[in-house]
């Protein structure tokens, strides 16, 4: 409207629309998002308004330019896939500027959940109960139970969590890579090894220091497991290794599987951390073994008309397809068991 209606120069009109789009996501995250961080006063509105300026210009023009240049200069990814990855990263930098920054929580100021504390678990309300019976839980407890009363105190469960989420770029990095060298899977297996210290310490150190935060440790953890799957399959997808529609299948059927692994444990008070023998640990140490075999063998097992399956693509296609079944059979199962109890309290309080 500035430029088309009012003639006023291009480059001062876009100047002042971008400032109001900032000026008004501030004001929302100001008066409703981070509202219980705040003062309420005009001092401590235009100093964060200030701030916010500050950093959102350096994420837009810093970050999301440095990764488009990055990708297109060094990795040779088109420059339209390399902005839409910088808009993915965009708003997780920004609202991280946000939480630990521009509006970061001091013990003074209320959860960020709403402006009241969250309700504390009653008395009649049961813990959730761990399981894992897989074959590395005892060394690994051992492991980590001496690491852990060993860890400098300035490292704590928070420090831990960010390892193993930054891990899950290591990873994809590696796969990644692999469009110029096979060695680059070795960084694949060295992220998978820094995101199981980081993503097993951080519970266990909370533990071992009487530190245990139970909500946040769960929804924070699981959030991040999630991200590390998203991320790990695109960085398979645009690799030789593997088809990205087969990544993304078996990264989808991990994570129904992780979604029945929470739902048990709403529903029982359970949380199944290993099925049979077969826990995370055992999970990235096939992944490790998997990237040793592709060093040296993944050839193209079935060539059809339109496409190549490599041994990758064909292993992706069969822990997608187990786990969608065990997520099946495990379903019904729960179902039927649960609604069996239904029933049982149906006819013992008739």
Not at 218 to 231: G, Y
Request: avoid cysteine.
């Amino acid at each position: 409207m500035l430029y088309g209606q009012l003639n006023w120069p291009l480059l001062l009109s876009g100047a002042l629309a971008i400032e109001a789009s900032i000026i008004h996501n501030f004001t929302w995250h100001y008066l409703v998002t981070w509202r219980d961080r705040v003062a309420r006063t005009r001092i401590d509105y235009f100093y964060r308004l200030i701030r916010y300026n500050l950093v959102t210009a350096s994420i837009d023009f810093v970050m999301k330019l440095g990764i488009i240049w990055g990708l297109t200069h060094y990795f040779h990814i088109h420059y339209l896939i390399s902005d839409l990855i910088s808009m993915l990263f965009g708003p997780i930098f920004k609202y991280a500027a946000n939480e630990f920054i521009i509006f970061k929580h001091t013990p003074e100021t209320q959860p960020f959940f709403s402006g009241r504390k969250l309700p504390a678990l009653g008395r009649d309300t049961p813990k959730i109960r761990r399981i894992n019976q897989s074959m590395t839980r005892r060394w690994e407890h051992g492991f980590l139970q001496s690491v852990a009363e060993r860890m400098p105190p300035g490292i704590n469960s928070d420090h831990m969590t960010t390892l193993a989420f930054l891990s899950s770029f290591v990873i994809a990095s590696g796969y990644y890579l692999t469009t110029y060298s096979k060695w680059w899977l070795m960084l694949s297996s060295f992220g998978l090894v820094l995101h199981w210290f980081g993503d097993s310490m951080d519970g266990t150190l909370a533990r071992v220091r009487n530190q245990q935060r139970e909500k946040y440790g769960f929804f924070v953890d699981h959030l991040n497991d999630v991200w590390t799957i998203f991320i790990v399959a695109i960085g398979l997808g645009f690799s030789p290794l593997m088809d990205m529609r087969i990544a993304f299948f078996a990264a989808l059927a991990y994570l129904i599987m992780n979604v029945y692994v929470h739902i048990i444990a709403f529903t029982n008070r359970v949380f199944i951390l290993s099925f049979g023998k077969f826990g995370p640990t055992e999970l990235r140490l096939l992944a490790i073994a998997v990237n040793t075999t592709a060093f040296f063998w993944n050839p193209v097992l079935l060539d059809m008309e339109d496409i190549s399956f490599t041994a990758m693509d064909i292993g992706g296609l069969f822990l997608g397809t187990f786990l969608t079944l065990i997520f099946l059979m495990k379903s019904i199962q729960g179902a039927l068991e649960l609604n069996r109890r239904a029933e049982d309290n149906i006819v013992e309080n008739s």
